[in-house]
């Protein structure tokens, strides 16, 4: 059965510490990436999601998607200034564009309610979210919040989450 995995960037899988500066270097990146939704993209975001974005949070997202048959909707502001197919492109940078399927609203809402909106809509049984917002009131047994990056112990406690849902 395929469930959802809510994921936020920042304070997730983009730490708020960045250890790498960013140096935008847009012709050999895009001489790299051909990605055509690049073109439209500002150097320092793709920079960003190079330099930043943690590759061992990214794989552990990864790791959870293909586990347990996750695929994942954007619930990060970055929705706000980039299109899905712009967010598919740079997540592609690490290998998590096959799994993003969708994002919550725009509307003017709290975070909480643009999922439970996307749940009404998009009834799945199983599904988590990724946040550094607390909504473990919310959404009990459904969500981790991180605190800078979503780091080995949440994963553990993720996988825990996810197979007390398939149970």
Same mark, same amino acid.
Request: aromatic fraction near 12%.
């Given at each position: ?57 990214? @794989?552990?997202?990864?790791? $959870?998607?293909? /586990?347990?048959?996750?695929?994942? &909707? =954007?619930?990060?502001?970055? #929705? ?5 197919? @712009?967010?598919?492109?740079? $997540?592609?940078? /690490?290998?998590?564009?096959?799994? &993003? =399927?969708?994002?919550?609203? #725009? ?61």
């Amino acid at each position: 059965m395929q469930g959802i995995l809510f994921l936020d960037f920042d304070g997730v899988i983009n730490p708020y510490m960045y250890t790498n500066e960013v140096v935008p270097d847009r012709k050999k990146w895009l001489r790299i990436w051909k990605h055509p939704s690049f073109i439209h993209i500002n150097n320092y975001t793709i920079g960003q999601v190079n330099a930043n974005f943690d590759v061992e949070a990214c @794989q552990y997202v990864k790791d $959870l998607c293909d /586990r347990f048959d996750l695929k994942i &909707v =954007i619930t990060s502001s970055w #929705k706000e200034f980039y299109s899905l197919k @712009q967010i598919k492109a740079l $997540l592609s940078l /690490r290998q998590l564009d096959p799994y &993003v =399927i969708d994002t919550t609203s #725009k509307d003017n809402q709290s975070r909480p309610d643009k999922i439970r909106a996307y749940l009404k809509l998009h009834p799945v049984k199983i599904y988590l979210i990724l946040d550094d917002i607390d909504m473990r009131d919310s959404f009990p047994d459904h969500c981790i919040k991180t605190y800078n990056l979503f780091s080995k112990a949440q994963y553990q406690l993720a996988i825990q989450l996810l197979e007390a849902q398939h149970a």
